[in-house]
């Protein structure tokens, strides 16, 4: 099944319809998006980041979950199949499919609670959502950012996911770290993140993505940035992975609480990923950062507010991030709330090409 889950898109598939084995998987996977080939022109892939994502579903081995959920990230113009990172928006189709496949009862209308297991992570999701005789109601009247029109609404929790990736909040114990002379801060809420003030970087933050790809030597200076900031982060070799994201920041201009430009790792996403919106939230929110500089500056409400508005090339995406501080200063996630959509493309055969 191909549905839209958030801003992304990709192909959801039962885990007992895929080789058990990871190489034979990856393979098949490959071959089924049409990889390596920057225009996948032979497979379901969209030639993108974006859409060239799968998610394995299975019901789940653990006891306070209904469901498992693997995301593996396909690389299109590289024959690369990566499962060290979750992905929020996909996350938002995983509870639509597994109804539709009969993973979860969900017989009577209205709203149904599935608890997802990530098992990128171990951490878990709760997504709610509304049915109708036993099946997903995707029309709706919500409306998310670099998504056109409007669907229902897709609610998402997430537990204990600070330090997902790299084992803590802060991988490296500080607030700002300095790499290749630019102040950055190191954050994994649920995905490893790079935040950076645009200015350190010598552009303004809100240009395209299209001129922020044309410009070599940023690419060059953010490469060299993300593989240290991997080391650091206890990731090791990062070269051949998409995580950590990069997220520059700087001062908002549309009514939100900081304005941001994402990278997945090479390519500028046109809006944000789920869980590294809620890894730059978690940014915002903490005193010293580059972020918390330019929020505290513009919108000192956030301080207090744990709603945070993060404004992207197409538009807003907002997170809840509830936090405390402790009296010697640390800062512990309580929870992380977003809202998504997700919307059924197909359901039917793929024909992969052969080995």
Known sequence: MILRGGTSKGAYFLASDLPPAPPERDLLLLRIMG???????????GAHPLTSKV???????????????????VGTDEP????RQNCGNLLAGV????????????AADGLVTVRIKMLNTGSI???RLETQAGLPIYEGVTTISGVPGAAAA???????????STGALLPTGNRVDDIHGVASTLVDNGMPVVVMAASALGVSGYETCAELEQNAALRTKLEAIRLEAGVRMGLGDVSQTTIPKL????????????????????RCHDAIGVLGAVSVS??????????YALVDQLSNDVATDSLVRLEHPTGVFEAVVEIVHTASGEMTVKRAGIIRTARKLMDGIVFPRSE
């Open 125 to 127: 999701a709760t997504a």
């Open 95 to 106: 509870a639509p499919f597994a109804i539709e496949r009969g993973l979860v009862d969900a």
């Open 282 to 291: 978690t940014a915002a929110l903490l005193p010293g950062s580059p972020a």
């Open 35 to 45: 990889s390596p080939d920057a225009r996948q022109i032979d497979g379901i892939g």
């Open 55 to 73: 998610a394995v579903v299975a019901p789940s081995a653990s006891a306070d979950a209904d469901v498992d959920y693997l995301f593996l990230q």
């Open 247 to 266: 997220t520059i920041v700087s001062p908002p201009q549309s009514g939100g609480h900081l304005n941001t430009r994402t990278f997945i790792p090479h």
């Open 80 to 83: 690369l199949v990566s499962d």
């Open 154 to 164: 897709i609610a998402l929790d997430f537990e204990d996911i600070a330090g997902s």
